[in-house]
Nanobody, 121 residues
Framework: QVQMVESGGGLVQAGGSLRLSCKVS????????MGWFRQAPGKSREGVAA?????ETMYADSVKGRFTVSRDKNIMYLQMNSLILEDTAMYFC?????????????????WGQGTQVTVSS
């Protein structure tokens, strides 16, 4: 059974940093491309960052230069710096059972339950 558990969310002031983690079990992590998505209240889910099996990465324009995605063993990370109010959302990790960098949610097969990030002024 595939399990994906996000952690590291919380309340942070604008300009601050958070590091999210996504611990994965039940699949061969190295064979899966991974992604981070977020969803704010009243908005659709949007892709934030993706990382391929070989470590290649892709970012949404809104987070380029501020967020960094990485992976190690069976965990994916999202380092978030210079946080702004618009980054407030529930953050989800996702796994895709083949290679490829995508920020489209329908490209992904498995999802975590999410971790809340709230940026305050």
């Amino acid at each position: 059974q595939v399990q994906m558990v996000e952690s590291g969310g919380g309340l942070v002031q604008a300009g601050g940093s958070l590091r999210l983690s996504c611990k994965v079990s039940g699949l061969t992590f190295g064979y899966y491309a991974m992604g981070w998505f977020r969803q704010a209240p009243g908005k659709s889910r949007e892709g934030v960052a993706a990382i391929n099996t070989g470590g290649e990465t892709m970012y949404a324009d809104s987070v380029k230069g501020r967020f960094t995605v990485s992976r190690d063993k069976n965990i994916m990370y999202l380092q978030m710096n210079s946080l702004i109010l618009e980054d407030t959302a529930m953050y989800f990790c996702a796994a895709r059972g083949r290679t490829g960098l995508y920020l489209l949610s329908w490209r992904y097969d498995y999802w975590g339950q999410g971790t809340q990030v709230t940026v305050s002024s």
